[in-house]
């Protein structure tokens, strides 16, 4: 799939949460696409079960889920976030450890940034982590079980929650969708909450590794509080009052500019 074509259906997503439901008239408006090219787009979306077509248009499947999957994710902030997991991944101890990462962009770049380093245990549920991370010979890496979520590739329920509550790391890095003075960590899926709180439930130190958008935002599934989380690492562009409270809690933060 094209970058524009990836940017195009990504901004459908975005009107259709946004909106609830829109014509085609006006789809077709906003994206300056032909209406050819729009049902191609659409019809793409529905079978990936992303939205349903209706007569005339379109409409999100649940207006209240605001997650948008992995393969369509913003990458446009990828410097930064290299720079924010360049960090976190420095944050490991140098000799033997392990090191629980859940998925996500920003957590794909730590592992990017870990590989090479000896003496690394990788513990992870995101497929797309462990297939970087499993070419690297420095590396051992251990992938849990559990069901596949399409948006994230992520492994999740009980296999999985299970798993992380079977071991114990030195640090968790986890990437996260909303990290908030009220709330901690959160997620859009409950059930990757569940798996992320076991990962961190069980280690060591836990770092959270987001760009600064994230910040103050609070998404529904509450993954881990203020009290269990030691570093933030996050970028200038974060709100101010948010960390200066984060860092008045007791978390360390990191601000990558």
Do not use: W
Not at 204 to 223: E, L, M, N, P, Q
């Amino acid at each position: 799939m094209s970058v524009k074509r990836t940017d195009r259906m990504r901004r459908v997503l975005s009107i259709l949460r946004e909106n609830g439901q829109v014509s085609a008239t006006d789809l077709g408006a906003a994206l300056s696409v032909s209406p050819a090219t729009l049902r191609r787009d659409l019809a793409d979306l529905q079978e990936q079960g992303l939205l349903a077509r209706t007569h005339g248009g379109a409409r999100a499947l649940d207006a209240t889920d605001s997650e948008i999957p992995v393969r369509l994710r913003d990458h446009r902030l990828v410097a930064i976030k290299r720079r924010i997991a360049a960090h976190a991944a420095a944050l490991v101890p140098s000799g033997p450890q392990a090191v629980a990462l859940n998925g996500g962009v920003t957590t794909g770049e730590v592992a990017r940034c870990l590989r090479g380093r000896p003496h690394l245990t990788i513990v992870t549920n995101s497929l797309t982590t462990a297939a970087d991370c499993a070419v690297d010979a420095n590396l051992k890496v251990f992938i849990t079980g559990g069901y596949v979520r399409p948006n994230s590739m992520e492994a999740v329920g009980p296999l999985c929650e299970h798993a992380f509550q079977s071991i114990t790391v030195g640090t968790a890095i986890l990437g996260v969708d909303g990290m908030s003075v009220s709330s901690g960590a959160t997620t859009y899926d409950e059930t990757e909450g569940r798996a992320a709180k076991a990962m961190a439930v069980n280690a060591a130190r836990v770092v959270v590794a987001v760009d600064g958008s994230k910040v103050g935002k609070v998404t529904f599934a509450r993954i881990v509080g203020l009290d269990q989380i030691d570093d933030l690492v996050t970028d200038a562009s974060a709100d101010p009052a948010q960390l200066d409270r984060i860092s008045a809690a007791g978390v360390q933060v990191h601000l990558i500019r």
